[in-house]
């Protein structure tokens, strides 16, 4: 091999390694290609068999390759390197030996596993403003435990194809629809027409005097002050009705936000859930817990709606019965 030779292939291998670096590093890389980085063969795994389509396959043995489907890797480029090279790219102490670049997903052309669509009931879940990507996997997981009909994502959330929030997702992402970096105007069309969208308080201001800095309402404020009547009129925040998350309020198309922890609930999901006459849901807890974590408030939550859709459409099916017979 000529010196020539091994100078182009060190820079197609350099090439490459900024490539694998940028994807699992930088989200407006991820954005601008149209790329994303998935490692690990299960992930990989859930990623095939949802229809995600595979661009480069890196593995450090061959034992790695073979634990993977190579039937639907056939239009990928495989790729053998130093398990040097993975542990750069990763940032998993110990990993796994197998990372793959895929075309970013379009969740409405995925095909998702048949049980967990024979299992989902007609919950939706909003995450506005989650900007932990811990808290967003978890709670990306919750969803699909849940049977949740599909996610959707603020422009405010921490990108839900960030490695971390890959992580904790554990394959959420390839369960349901999750939808990403909408405005609030798109909310609506990935909605029912009939549904009633709630939101979730964590921290129950309403029952006791308000924090410095925020309303009863529990967001800033940021909106509830202004310089004239006009602009106090046109920022009023909307009265919402406290209600216990155990009382019924998951009788027909449902959905559920979930604020950030940082910033709560915006503007426009207090107006969302008042245009459809919807709840504010909190979970009563013992003296002196400030909070609950936006992910432990979703997870609550979402399995109680699942109790209460679930419950909703057995009656239905027995009034249903009773007719026949």
Known sequence: MSDLDRSKISIIVIVT???????????????????????????ICDALSAGAAPQMLFFSAVERLQELPLDKLQQAKLIKVRYEDMKTWSDL??????????????????????????????????????????NLGTILRCAAA???????????????????????????????????????DEISKHLPKDVVVHVADNNSSFLKSPVSGQTENGTSDEYSESDSDEESNELSLPCLKPQVYFESWAQRSTALVIGGEMHGLSLEALRLAEETEGKRLFVPMAPGVESLSSAMAASILLFEGRRQLLLLLDKTRRRTRSKIF
């Open 17 to 43: 390694r900024v490539k694998v670096a940028s994807v699992a590093r930088s989200r407006a890389f991820r954005d601008k290609e149209g790329k994303v980085l998935l490692e690990g063969r299960r992930l």
């Open 146 to 184: 849940a049977g949740c009909d599909s996610v959707l994502l603020t422009k405010g959330c921490v990108d839900a194809w960030e490695p971390k929030v890959l992580r904790s997702a554990m394959g959420a992402h390839f369960r349901l629809q999750v939808f990403p970096n909408l405005d609030w």
């Open 93 to 134: 102490v110990t990993p796994q030996g197998v990372i793959a670049i895929f075309s970013k997903p379009d969740a409405s052309r995925l095909v998702f596993p048949k049980d967990a669509r024979l299992q989902s009931v007609p919950l939706f879940l909003l995450c506005d403003n989650i900007r932990d990507a811990g």
